[in-house]
């Protein structure tokens, strides 16, 4: 069996490697195929990989590649966690719509908006590329990227997404649960997912109950989960919102925060990735490399691997991803991508039916849903009025001159990612 990643010079690589070594067993006797157009950090990457496939005693061959069509021959499943552009289009993206008082953030609005513009046509050359392949796609907004590959071509997509995994471990800190045997049904659309039910070892649990009994923590926000925020908000939601709520909840004290913060994620990334890629580049040196975890948290890897695992196994694993809604969320449109419990086999996921979203947040989710529509039409088309009418649509915006700023800048910002609009 053949594995391709594109993007396996990414900061996330190592996260991937270990998840690779934690399925040894399952994987015996895969090629995996290693593609980025930085060329250094592939090596790096890829030295790394061998280093600590060899280390751990897995069978698994690792080849680099430059060149998408290399790589991608021949592969079943293609992995695919890039960003076109790197951290320099994710700066553009989270501070444009900031100048025009708006959430600059990666994945959610605008910005991410900006993102799927430049993601979608990459995704839909590799699809072409690939097209007996499962792709396995962490790059995002991944929802709107699986709906613009699943609409626009015949391949085969599954989109992932790690929050699931690390918003339910937030939770299990803040109601004082094992997170160990903790399940939250996580369902809704990518970055936009609500949780009515909760079980621990398979039992439900009451989760009014334990609301109402939850007390509001002060501080402890990191970069990714804001645990007072979100305290605050299932109290009054009466379920568990995804980390991203914040942004639609507290949109405009979120955006005097960034204001004010003064640096963008991305330049705080930048600014630290330096001295990450030594460490893992020494590493990829050693005998037993052990690479630092700065980079992907949330068991990022290890989720990956085992989606690919679930496909090719025909394991029907409960896993959250982004699939095909097929009536598992009856007040969402059949054919939209949602992020649902699903049973994940050879065929591909099968979404299980989890019931209307709950009425706080349905308007808003649906909402949502035809931002994003909108989005991977205009990411496909590159057809200017429909990418209007996305921004438009988006909760975060609606003006229509403020839109109008936003994706003038955007698209002039990040021309040469974008052939489809010119
Ligand atoms: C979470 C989200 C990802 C996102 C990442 C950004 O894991 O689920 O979709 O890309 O955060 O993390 P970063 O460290 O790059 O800000
Ligand atoms: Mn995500």
Redesign the pocket.
């Known amino acids: 069996m053949k594995i391709a990643i594109i993007g396996a010079g990414s900061g996330y690589m190592p996260g991937v490697i270990r998840g690779i070594l934690h399925r040894a067993d399952d994987l015996a006797g895969t090629e995996l195929a290693c593609h980025d157009i930085d060329t250094g950090n592939l090596v790096t990457m890829t030295r790394l990989a061998r280093a600590m496939f060899s280390a751990g005693g897995a069978a698994v061959t690792v080849s680099a590649h430059t060149g998408l069509k290399a790589a991608l021959d021949g592969a079943s499943y293609v992995f695919t966690t890039f960003r076109p552009g790197g951290l320099a289009a994710r700066h553009l993206d989270e501070s444009i719509p900031l100048r025009h008082g708006v959430v600059g953030q990666?994945?959610a609005g605008p910005g991410g908006f900006l993102m799927a513009l430049r993601s979608v046509p990459v995704l839909l050359e590799i699809a072409a590329a690939a097209p007996d392949a499962w792709i396995v796609n962490y790059t995002?907004p991944?929802n709107v990227v699986t709906d613009a590959v699943a609409r626009t071509t015949g391949a085969r997509i599954i989109g992932l997404?790690?929050?699931a995994v690390?918003d339910t471990e937030m939770w299990a800190g803040l109601l004082g649960l094992p997170f160990e045997g903790l399940e939250a049904d996580w369902t809704g659309l990518n970055?936009a997912t609500w949780a009515q039910r909760l079980r621990l070892d398979g039992h439900d649990l009451d989760v009014p109950a334990l609301l109402d009994e939850l007390e509001i923590p002060g501080g402890g926000a990191t970069?990714?989960r804001d645990p007072s925020r979100m305290a605050e908000l299932a109290k009054t939601l009466g379920f568990l919102p995804n980390s991203y709520a914040k942004y639609y909840f507290f949109h405009d004290e979120v955006v005097a925060e960034l204001r004010e913060k003064g640096t963008t994620?991305a330049q705080d990334?930048l600014a630290m990735l330096p001295a990450y890629y030594e460490q893992v580049a020494a590493e990829s040196r050693k005998a037993d490399p052990d690479p630092s975890r700065e980079?992907g948290?949330?068991e990022?890897g290890e989720f990956a691997v085992d989606v690919i695992c679930a496909l090719h196994r025909d394991e029907g694993r409960r896993m959250i991803v982004n699939t095909r809604n097929n009536g598992a969320i009856p007040s969402l449109d059949a054919d939209a991508i949602v992020e649902v419990p699903s049973l994940v086999e050879r065929a591909g996921p099968v979404p299980l039916t989890m019931g209307p979203l709950p009425g706080p947040v349905r308007g808003l989710t649906q909402a949502i849903h035809a931002y994003e529509r909108l989005a991977s039409e205009a990411a496909v088309t590159g057809d200017r009025r429909t990418a209007l009418q996305a921004l438009m649509a988006h909760p975060f915006v609606r003006s229509k001159h403020t839109a109008e700023k936003i994706l003038d800048e955007g698209l002039a910002a990040h021309r040469d990612h974008l052939p489809q609009f010119t």
């Open positions: 990666e994945t995002n991944t997404c790690d929050q690390g970055h970069p990714w994620r990334i980079r948290g949330g990022h």
